[in-house]
């Protein structure tokens, strides 16, 4: 078995074929969510109950979420942390999550990335699930383009809104700066 640090994937032709089955089941179907249900909020963090579990026992789970506006390159970024390799294969309606364990300093973590944030696709009705995204993320990546300077201010104010909301705790956000191969077309300064 190959082990990587988590920054550097493990490449596909690795895997020897064989795809791995999900330890949790959830992944493989949409989960219904109701304004107000903490449940899904709550669930496995961090869970004890499995055989496979690391020495300590417990089997670490975070969920990632991808925010930022549309057309910014999120569903691009999680096929490449998915390793899909083909457009057609990200062109998925409805919730894409996507699911990797990886070894980072020795201990079995696993990372469920979540492209769920489409705001510009949702009816005033639907708004539920933006306040989902921002109330189950264990850490959120705010994706914006440097070729769309509003996409930049979205950012920017998705971070106040983020901070405001889980106040309380002390949440990673990671802002990322995407389509920089597209430089001429560059709306937003390096500073």
């Known amino acids: 078995m190959v082990r990587r640090r988590a920054s550097s994937p493990i490449p596909s032709s690795l895997h020897g074929g064989k795809h791995k089955q999900s330890q949790h089941p959830l992944l493989a179907q949409s989960a219904s969510y109701q304004a107000g249900d903490v449940k899904l909020r709550l669930q496995a963090h961090c869970s004890s109950d499995s055989e496979e579990s690391d020495s300590s026992g417990y089997e670490c789970l975070y969920r ?20 899909i390799q083909e457009k057609e294969a990200q062109n998925c309606i409805g919730e894409d999550m996507y699911e990797r364990t990886m070894t980072v300093d020795g201990e079995e973590t696993t990372l469920i990335l979540m ?72 709306e937003v300064a390096v500073e």
């Open 115 to 186: 492209d769920t944030w489409e705001a510009e696709k949702q009816e005033e009705d639907q708004k539920w699930v933006q306040d989902y995204c921002m109330q189950v993320g264990s850490a959120y990546v705010i994706v914006y383009s440097i070729t769309d300077r509003s996409s930049f201010e979205s950012a920017s104010e998705l971070r106040i809104q983020l901070r405001r909301i889980r106040q309380a705790e002390n949440i990673p956000i990671i802002l990322v700066g995407n389509k920089s191969d597209l430089v001429r077309c560059r």
């Open 64 to 83: 990632v979420i991808l925010l930022g506006d549309h057309g910014v390159g999120k569903s691009s970024l999680a096929g490449i942390f998915a390793g």
